[in-house]
């Protein structure tokens, strides 16, 4: 590699000078600090690999701290590798999940580079975690191995399989609320089989993965799907739920033997007392013969779920647990080092990856001696330890997705040329297209986008949903009737007239919410029957200020553990009905350490007319050490009190999306008094990273 001695820009390889400033050329092994890529500035290298290094690095103009995987220059002029290489990028953008981690830009240059840019994360491994915690706590277990099979389960819906799924692939991250917050990184090796696919990137009989984490048809060259990835979060599972691996071996070949021939010890007999669900759950993803492996990360999911029932843990308990657990470990999550990269990268062992036998071998610059095999060298996607900020985006999107080509620019412009009509109808056309998709998950993060942002102008779009999918029509109805817009009542209707028995306790209640009295009937006698859905209709009903509502609230509440979501929900119908006992409950709820819990209950009280809980909502959102400032400001905002504006210059400056989607939200609440907020809303729409947050913006500029 060259770089100009002077500005430190990269040069082509064979750049005598610098054509910028005329400088002379040095050559360079690696990247140092303050090297350029493109609008990249570099600030360190975070770890190298046979493939390629990573490094973090900053965005020149945005400031926002990144992390760069970039392929080694003398592997960038072969084809094959490059598509494997920019394949990740695609991979992880067809996905397009809050717990897989983002990419956001990736570059191809005249100058050589070939690499993709990521979001920068601090924390630590699974890997990390479960040395940590031998065995992991089952409501641990079930809150990190549920984040992760949800991701898993987003990647197999697009039919892209990982293959190298082990704990150092996993990165924890705590995020507002979260303490354990799931990414799944290295998509190096997936393998792509539906939209987006390449093809002779895989060659027959190839061998690639981790191999503790290989599974059998892995390991004999044999062709792979989804339960490849079932296998290997099997062993994962293993591994969290007894503190040890199932498969032990010193060198491949004995390893290799095992997993082709023995049973591991069964889990239960390493841990007295271990849940028979959990156990099951394990054998069935550990099974030799793919006929009788548990069949997906769906099933996989329903058998986490079947743990907790013989636990008796729901999501409140699983939550509440985590959280103190997090609280009572003195232990903090580590500062960012390079030093978990480096047991990804020396475990892999994907075979083949296309790299012609006559292409230069890059081991001997690996800080750890990756592995090298059959003239191809070893991925260097697994160099995860460092990459990300935020939350990320939520599960949405169907291919790597470049910048806007015209509205961006067009909705900052015409935002400072105060052509407001112009700024809404750009807006309009960025949300119609996701809602008009037909990909139910970007569909449904603009309905979200537009409940969010309490846009009455959105109304139209969601008059569109209504006609959608179930799950559509029901977000839908319940924007529409926080909106309280007069003439939507006959939308839903006519989408409740049209739906099944599933959606239709959630359709009458937007209904009724409306003003209609149509779905009174249907609220009545779900509220009066025992079906899932009974709070949900009572709690309608109560909202609506129907006394039929009191002894399906109060039975709830007596029996569902206080403090959770649903017993929550029960008191604050209650409280809307004027139930004292119900609201003193409430009102003892913000005293809680958890801040989520606590504003719950503030919204459940404002909601039930308490003026006195605008105090409590107006200190916390000014408390710099309270960690939901920002929901706290956005209570704020939806009962209309300014001071919720106060909080947005941090929303707006943070680099987690979910903060700044709130502060968009907070804008529109206020946008009909032309507040200076809607100029960085506009910017927001124009050139934000992450798709929530211009979705949540355009909706936003809907109110103007």
Not at 77 to 88: I, K, S
Not at 281 to 292: F, G, H, K, P, Y
Not at 302 to 323: H, K, M
Not at 526 to 536: K, S, W
Request: charged share 25%; proline share 6%.
């Amino acid at each position: 590699m060259r770089i100009c001695s002077q500005c430190k820009l990269l040069l082509r390889p064979d750049a005598r000078r610098c054509p910028t400033d005329g400088a002379a050329a040095e050559a360079v092994d690696q990247l140092p600090a303050g090297a350029r890529i493109g609008a990249y500035q570099i600030t360190r290298l975070l770890g190298e690999g046979g493939m390629g290094f990573v490094y973090e690095a900053t965005h020149e103009v945005l400031r926002r701290r990144t992390a760069i995987k970039f392929l080694r220059p003398e592997l960038a002029g072969h084809p094959q590798v490059v598509t494997r290489f920019l394949q990740e990028a695609r991979a992880v953008n067809v996905i397009d999940h809050q717990h897989i981690v983002n990419v956001y830009d990736y570059g191809d240059g005249a100058d050589g580079s070939v690499y993709f840019v990521m979001e920068f994360l601090e924390g630590e491994t699974l890997d990390d975690l479960m040395r940590k915690r031998r065995p992991m706590a089952a409501p641990l277990l079930l809150h990190v191995f549920g984040q992760l099979l949800r991701a898993m389960s987003a990647a197999h819906a697009k039919q892209i399989v990982h293959r190298d799924l082990k704990p150092a692939n996993v990165y924890v991250t705590p995020r507002e609320g979260n303490p354990y917050f799931i990414k799944v990184l290295d998509f190096g090796i997936a393998q792509l089989r539906g939209e987006g696919a390449v093809s002779g990137l895989t060659v027959a009989g190839s061998v690639m993965g981790t191999p503790q984490y290989m599974s059998p048809e892995q390991i004999t060259g044999q062709p792979v799907d989804a339960r490849t990835d079932v296998w290997a979060l099997g062993v994962m599972l293993y591994r969290a739920a007894t503190g040890a691996s199932p498969f032990k071996g010193e060198g491949f070949a004995e390893l290799a033997t095992k997993i082709l021939q023995e049973s591991p010890v069964p889990a239960r007999e390493r841990v007295a007392g271990m849940p028979a669900a959990l156990d099951a759950l394990i054998a069935r993803c550990l099974e030799r013969d793919l006929d009788r492996r548990c069949p997906s990360v769906d099933a996989m999911l329903a058998g986490l779920d079947e743990v907790a029932r013989e636990l008796g843990l729901d999501d409140d308990a699983i939550r509440s647990a985590v959280s103190e657990d997090a609280g009572a470990v003195a232990e903090p999550l580590p500062a960012l080092t390079s030093e978990p990269t480096r047991g990804s990268l020396v475990e892999s062992r994907p075979l083949y990856q296309g790299v012609p036998a006559s292409a230069p071998a890059a081991a001997g610059r690996s800080r750890r001696g990756v592995v090298m095999g059959a003239g191809a060298a070893v991925v260097a996607a697994g160099v995860i330890g460092a990459i990300a900020l935020g939350r990320g985006g939520s599960a949405a999107a169907a291919t790597v997705e470049p910048p806007r080509a015209s509205a961006p620019a067009t909705i900052a412009t015409a935002y400072a040329s105060g052509d407001v009509a112009g700024v809404r109808a750009l807006a309009e056309r960025e949300l119609r297209r996701a809602i008009e998709s037909g990909d139910v998950p970007q569909q449904v993060q603009a309905v979200d986008a537009i409940a969010l942002a309490a846009s009455s102008g959105g109304a139209p779009l969601l008059y569109v949903a209504l006609q959608g999918r179930p799950e559509l029509r029901v977000k839908a109805a319940r924007a529409l009737a926080a909106l309280k817009l007069p003439d939507a009542a006959p939308k839903v209707r006519a989408a409740l007239e049209d739906s099944g028995d599933k959606v239709r306790v959630d359709l009458a209640a937007g209904l009724v919410a409306l003003g209609d009295k149509e779905g009174v009937a249907i609220l009545r006698r779900a509220a009066a029957e025992d079906t899932p859905q009974r709070l949900t209709a009572a709690i309608a009903l109560a909202e609506a200020g129907d006394a039929a509502a009191r002894p399906a609230l109060a039975e709830a509440m007596a029996a569902i553990p206080e403090g959770r979501e649903a017993w929550r929900r029960a008191a604050g119908g209650l409280a809307r009905l004027g139930d004292e006992p119900a609201r003193t409950a409430l009102a003892t709820e913000l005293a809680q350490r958890d801040p989520a819990r606590a504003l719950a209950a503030a919204e459940l009280l404002a909601a039930a007319g308490d003026v006195t809980v605008r105090a409590y909502l107006r200190r916390v959102a000014a408390d710099p050490e309270f960690a939901r400032r920002g929901d706290a400001s956005l209570a704020l905002a939806r009962l209309g009190e300014h001071a919720a504006l106060d909080w947005i210059p941090t929303g707006f400056a943070s680099g987690d999306a979910d903060e700044r989607r709130t502060a968009a939200a907070i804008c529109a609440r206020f946008a009909a008094t032309r507040h200076a907020c809607v100029r960085d809303v506009a910017r927001l729409a124009t050139d934000d990273p992450d798709r929530g947050v211009r979705l949540v913006a355009d909706a936003a500029l809907l109110a103007l």
